[in-house]
């Protein structure tokens, strides 16, 4: 079970612009559910874990469950989640199902994350969404110390373009 609290690693994470201001950009971090699909075959195999689905009071919720051997039942963890803007029921599904692997440790450590503020140059300035889509070029690095995140760094193929804490692990650009 402790595989599942592990940090996922920074090709199991994905990151898109939240928003675009006069000064900069804001990018989120996030998971999907592949990543929580993922891990939950490799931390307690594919065999040994569930989801369902269910409505209450209207709303899409996920329920992931997880076969314990030492008491020989299903142990469950649910949470609702919520419509996206470009398909509202699967989108609902989806963050549910990631929303109940977040109570079972999976990618938690992305609540910790620091801001991630991105100063625009001229260019992405006038064409936010060009902007958008070269971010998914980017290379990010991070370590993490106790399992908390120590080091988040981005490069975007010609400058370092965010960092936050201190690289212990000095890679190749």
């Not at 963890?77 to 999976?106: H, L, P, Y």
């Not at 201190?166 to 890679?171: C, G």
């Given at each position: 079970?402790?595989?599942?609290?592990?940090?996922?690693?920074?090709?199991?994470?994905?990151?898109?612009?939240?928003?675009?201001?006069?000064?900069?950009?804001?990018?989120?971090?996030?998971?999907?559910?592949?990543?929580?699909?993922?891990?939950?075959?490799?931390?307690?195999?594919?065999?040994?874990?569930?989801?369902?689905?269910?409505?209450?009071?209207?709303?899409?919720?996920?329920?992931?469950?997880?076969?314990?051997?030492?008491?020989?039942?299903?142990?469950?963890?649910?949470?609702?989640?919520?419509?996206?803007?470009?398909?509202?029921?699967?989108?609902?599904?989806?963050?549910?199902?990631?929303?109940?692997?977040?109570?079972?440790?999976?990618?938690?450590?992305?609540?910790?994350?620091?801001?991630?503020?991105?100063?625009?140059?001229?260019?992405?300035?006038?064409?936010?969404?060009?902007?958008?889509?070269?971010?998914?070029?980017?290379?990010?690095?991070?370590?993490?110390?106790?399992?908390?995140?120590?080091y988040l760094g981005a490069h975007d193929g010609k400058s370092i373009?965010?960092?936050?804490?201190?690289?212990?692990?000095?890679?190749?650009?």
């Amino acid at each position: 079970m402790t595989e599942l609290n592990k940090p996922l690693t920074i090709d199991e994470i994905e990151f898109r612009v939240q928003s675009v201001t006069a000064k900069g950009a804001i990018i989120l971090p996030y998971k999907d559910a592949r990543a929580d699909m993922n891990r939950l075959d490799e931390s307690v195999g594919a065999l040994n874990w569930k989801r369902e689905n269910v409505v209450i009071d209207g709303n899409i919720h996920c329920i992931v469950s997880i076969w314990c051997e030492k008491k020989q039942q299903w142990v469950s963890k649910m949470d609702v989640g919520t419509e996206s803007n470009t398909e509202a029921v699967k989108g609902q599904v989806s963050d549910a199902f990631k929303r109940a692997c977040f109570n079972w440790g999976i990618g938690r450590e992305l609540y910790d994350y620091p801001l991630i503020f991105v100063q625009l140059n001229n260019e992405e300035k006038a064409n936010p969404k060009a902007f958008n889509f070269a971010l998914k070029k980017w290379r990010w690095h991070s370590e993490f110390s106790d399992g908390k995140l120590s080091y988040l760094g981005a490069h975007d193929g010609k400058s370092i373009r965010f960092e936050y804490g201190k690289i212990k692990n000095i890679v190749k650009r």
